[in-house]
């Protein structure tokens, strides 16, 4: 899912496959043609034994002599998954009613009334407004109840994300009457008209004391490019003398933004990526010379969750030694998959390349012939490289060099050029049952909805973050609303992870008030990724 849809290259070169495709489903297409109503000898008849003619004939079968009455079109697309999932970890079936539900984060909007909520205790509160949107435009803020879509109630233990998504999602241009309880007065109707809604990729972009910018970015959407040219350019404006990019839980998406993004970065000429299979000649991707962060001195930071055109993105700018790559070795995700939509408006996400780094390193890590592909990361965990780059396993075969002839390897994902191991002196499984319950979140949002007027004098998340403490009543007042979603206190732990435990209170605060500028301000202060990249930068490195 890596290509931005590129519809007529995409015929071209996988014809074949989904000819081959078809094939091995005929029953896609509805066909009994032939059909002699035979028993099982034919299914073996040497003349139709073929693998489409195969599966045809055992779907005729089950269809006309199956004890029970079945879903064909369900079993048709159980047999689909299961096929293409034989062939490698990233080739997968997408039926019609999840095909625009995986399409919307990459697509960049939906239609709305552009709001970010969430569900406390049973009630539905507007966590932010989406600029530009709807509500905005009509007054609906931070902290408002909603109560009731129409004629659908929108309170109590039934509510759940998946019926706001249905109630307050709908074509542009419809009406949806919301009911809006503020500050705990008398309920009143807002009539909302839905309209596009932008999913933004950029997760947030500021600007240090040190003129340090950095920009953090969840995903490789078609406005990706957009996002990220505008908030450098901002940025810029501000005063940036460095930038770093954060592609850290970063799953990939859109080859076109990552290549985008590298455009900006590299120099006239140079090699961003290139793909290659055995039925998709060669490709390659050079920099346009356009780019308008070329000469800015530059960190990107990865982890184990950055993927795909994240991979992309720290591949060329680590083989170009154009820039600093920080934190702890990618996932490891280098195939290329087109996406073909078929006839019934479901679509198959098929591999057909690899990726490759300008110095030729595949970026994809081994699969099948009996390795745990999906247990890989717990693997690396139990074997200690997320703590000690000793631990880490480099294929000395698969050596590689750069630009300026640096020795870096393939065999599966980017390995950083600073490590900085993940920290885990200060965690607890009281820390973890915090966060996975619930109560940081929850207790985050009843501080600040008890509090937003005095927060708000603080008037920016900088002062906040340099002025404001979580005191140890506020310790105490989450205690209580932990054992309330079932976690029990845990002394040790909760002495032990105190400081990461408030740090991540503060921060829940801070984003309920400001969103999540407001909740990156507070959680870099503490990110030693974050940190030792800002050092390298300043001592010139690389």
């Known amino acids: 899912m890596n290509t931005g849809h590129e519809r007529s290259r995409t015929r071209a070169v996988l014809l074949p496959l989904l000819l081959g495709v078809a094939l091995a489903a005929g ?177 947030v972009a500021l600007l240090d004391d040190d003129s340090t910018g950095y920009v953090k970015l969840s995903r490789f959407a078609r406005t990706t490019y957009d996002e990220f040219l505008k908030a450098t350019a901002d940025l810029k404006a501000q005063g940036m003398k460095r930038l770093v990019l954060d592609l850290r839980g970063n799953g990939g998406g859109y080859l076109n933004a990552a290549i985008g993004i590298c455009e900006e970065l590299l120099p006239s000429g140079s090699e961003i990526v290139y793909t290659q299979g055995r039925s998709s000649p060669r490709q390659d991707f050079k920099a346009d010379g356009n780019g308008t962060l070329v000469d800015m001195p530059l960190a990107v930071l990865i982890d184990e969750s950055s993927a795909s055109a994240s991979e992309i993105v720290a591949g060329a700018v680590q083989d170009n030694d154009r820039g600093i790559i920080v934190g702890r070795r990618s996932f490891g995700k280098g195939l290329v998959q087109e996406q073909i939509n078929l006839r019934d408006n479901s679509a198959v996400r098929l591999t057909t390349a690899r990726y490759y780094t300008p110095s030729g390193r595949c970026i994809q890590r081994p699969y099948g012939h009996g390795i745990a592909y999906d247990d890989d990361l717990e693997a690396r965990y139990l074997h200690g490289e997320m703590v000690n780059v000793d631990s880490i396993r480099l294929d000395s075969s698969e050596a590689y060099t750069t630009l300026k002839g640096r020795t870096v390897y393939g065999g599966g994902g980017i390995m950083p050029d600073l490590f900085v191991p993940a920290d885990t002196t200060d965690n607890s499984t009281y820390l973890s049952e915090l966060f996975f319950s619930g109560s940081i979140n929850r207790y ?37 609303v932990a054992r309330e979603l079932g976690v029990a206190y845990d002394p040790a732990g909760a002495k032990l992870s105190a400081e990461l435990i408030a740090i991540r209170l503060k921060a829940g605060i801070a984003r309920n008030i400001w969103g999540d500028g407001g909740f990156y301000r507070v959680l870099l202060g503490s990110d030693r990724i974050y940190g030792s990249s800002k050092e390298a930068l300043h001592n010139g490195m690389p």
């Open 27 to 203: 029953f896609l297409l509805g066909a009994r043609l032939g059909g002699t109503g035979e028993g099982g000898p034919a299914l073996f008849d040497a003349r139709r034994n073929n693998p489409g003619t195969k599966l045809q004939r055992v779907l005729d079968l089950v269809e006309q002599q199956y004890v029970d009455t079945v879903q064909e079109g369900k079993l048709v697309d159980d047999v689909l998954q299961y096929m293409l999932q034989q062939l490698d970890p990233h080739s997968y079936y997408i039926s019609a009613e999840e095909l625009s539900a995986a399409e919307e984060p990459l697509e960049g909007s939906f239609m709305g009334i552009g709001v970010e909520f969430s569900i406390q205790r049973d009630t539905i509160v507007v966590v932010a407004t989406i600029d530009g949107g709807p509500s905005a435009a009509l007054g609906i803020r931070a902290g408002d109840r909603l109560v009731h879509a129409d004629t659908v109630s929108l309170v109590g233990v039934g509510v759940t994300n998946e019926l706001v998504m249905k109630t307050l999602r709908g074509p542009a241009g419809t009406k949806v009457t919301v009911g809006v309880v503020r500050n705990g007065q008398k309920p009143f109707d807002v009539t909302i008209t839905r309209g596009p809604i932008p999913i933004n990729s950029l997760a």
């Open 444 to 480: 985050a949002f009843d501080v600040a909805d008890a509090q937003r007027s005095s927060l708000a004098r603080y008037g920016s998340p900088e002062r906040f973050n340099a002025e404001y403490r979580i005191t140890p009543a506020q310790m105490e007042g989450l205690a209580v």
